[in-house]
């Protein structure tokens, strides 16, 4: 089995796991490729407009590239591929969606931090959690910016626990959690998934090394998230998995 139950013991007492060395190269290679194409896309147009900044994405320091999984064939292979199926049956059951994804590509030593939250603070009411996998196309290090994680155990908190989060000044990131624990980093290959919950704390440090660092945020929940309201979707919900039978979206 792709997932052990000690991992799944990790997932439900500390609020994570890793899997190492899961993604084929060539899928590997492939993201790779597809994130650099929309980053030159993305420069190309700032160069037009004469603007270092558009949006989240700043000139040749870092990117957030999202919603382009079901516009992209490479991506979409990924996103709802055998392996990401079995992470899906493994730990949200035999129906699965697909939430969110993006790319979050920091450049070479100007790559910036992030702060402790929970993806679910940026959701902004309350919700089941869903499933976040943290993809590595780089091997991870401390020097890079990889992401750390906080254990449930850490702070006394339990797996459905939703922090208040504020908005930090100067980088308008949701930070949730101001203690002084260092988390547990990623340590990892390229090809390697990080594995948490939406409740789970994270972060990352600055990219302080001279390559890029890249990463792919594939996001999976068990139902429909619906925005406050409940009038409309907060994401996406495309499916991946129907009573367990894996789902492939035609691109």
């Known amino acids: 089995m792709l997932i ?43 160069e ?13 320091k870092r990117y957030f590239i999202s919603r382009r999984g079901l516009e992209s064939p490479t991506i979409t292979d990924f996103l709802f591929s055998d392996l990401m199926g079995d992470i899906c049956s493994a730990m949200l ?3 699965a969606f697909l939430f969110h994804e993006q790319y979050v590509v920091k450049f070479a030593e100007v790559g ?4 402790w939250h929970q993806d679910s603070g940026y959701v902004g009411h309350y919700h089941r959690p869903f499933l976040s996998c943290w993809c590595a ?7 890079n910016g990889t992401v750390s994680v906080l254990p449930y155990s850490a702070i006394g908190m339990t797996p459905d626990d939703l922090y208040d989060h504020e908005i930090e000044s100067g980088s308008n990131d949701k930070i ?14 390229a090809g390697s998934i990080v594995i948490f919950s939406s409740r789970t704390f994270h972060r990352s440090g600055p990219n302080t090394t001279s390559g890029v660092r890249r990463c ?19 994401g996406q919900a495309v499916p991946i998995l129907k009573e367990g039978q894996l789902c492939r979206p035609q691109v």
């Open 176 to 189: 949730g959690y101001q203690g002084d624990h260092p988390g547990v980093p990623a340590l990892v290959p």
């Open 112 to 115: 910036t931090k992030f702060g």
């Open 93 to 95: 059951g035999e129906n």
């Open 4 to 46: 052990t139950e000690e991992q799944r013991l990790s997932f439900r007492n500390e609020g994570y796991f890793f899997l190492d060395n899961v993604i084929p190269p060539a899928q590997v290679e492939g993201l790779r490729e597809e994130c650099q194409r929309y980053i030159d896309s993305f420069d190309a147009e700032m």
């Open 48 to 60: 037009a407009k004469g603007v270092t900044v558009n949006g989240l994405n700043h000139y040749k």
């Open 137 to 143: 196309l780089d091997d991870m290090s401390i020097e």
């Open 216 to 234: 792919y945020l594939a996001q999976y929940s068990a139902e429909p998230i619906m925005n406050r309201e409940g009038t409309g979707l907060w």
